[in-house]
């Protein structure tokens, strides 16, 4: 039990490596964005995106203290700025966010959702390893086919959580500012061109 009163919703499994670093490629944060990894374990993820961009504002929200304090002290040994927060992160408010990445289990991102929905805005970037968002359709997915963790989905608010007739092109265009297509696999280049019309 966490001083919050709850039991962290995931265990901690850390990213690997080489998912980290196709991330960091798929990844395009605009200056001055600001980048989430929600349950942040020991800041891997935070500290890769901080070094690699080092104009973005990155924030860790991990509920566990013992995760906190690794991720901590894993950020000041690689000189990286990060904001590493002891949070929940059903209740923290991530309304600022431009990117969120989130390695949970479908069932945590099915409660987030109704959160997700609310609290972003328009064009921000939501990347899950493994485990979709129930009812959001993704604009691309990256497949690693060597690795047991999987499938990255890339999801931009304002147009996969809507039904079709009310998607946002411009918030498809805002998001996609922050994707860089060269990562993508061909079919799935074109699938965004199709998605742009
Ligand atoms: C699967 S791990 C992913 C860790 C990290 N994002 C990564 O990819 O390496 C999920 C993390 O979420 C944290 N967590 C679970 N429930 C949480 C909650 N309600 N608020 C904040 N963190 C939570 C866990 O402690 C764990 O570190």
Redesign the pocket.
Known sequence: MSIFG?Q????????RDEVVEKLLELLKPQPGDRVY??????G??AIAVAKRYPDAHVRC????QD?VEKAKANARDKKARVEIIR????SYNIGDADIV?M??LTSVNQKLRPKLEEELKPGTVVVT?DFPIPEWSEVARVELPRSWQRTLYVYIVGYSDRLPHERSQEALLRGLQRINLEALPEPERGRIKSLLG
């Open positions: 709850f962290p919703s995931v265990p901690w499994v850390p990213t990894d929600l349950g942040c374990g020991d891997r993820i929200l991990e509920i566990r995760l949070a929940d992160f059903f990445y390695y949970l390893l």
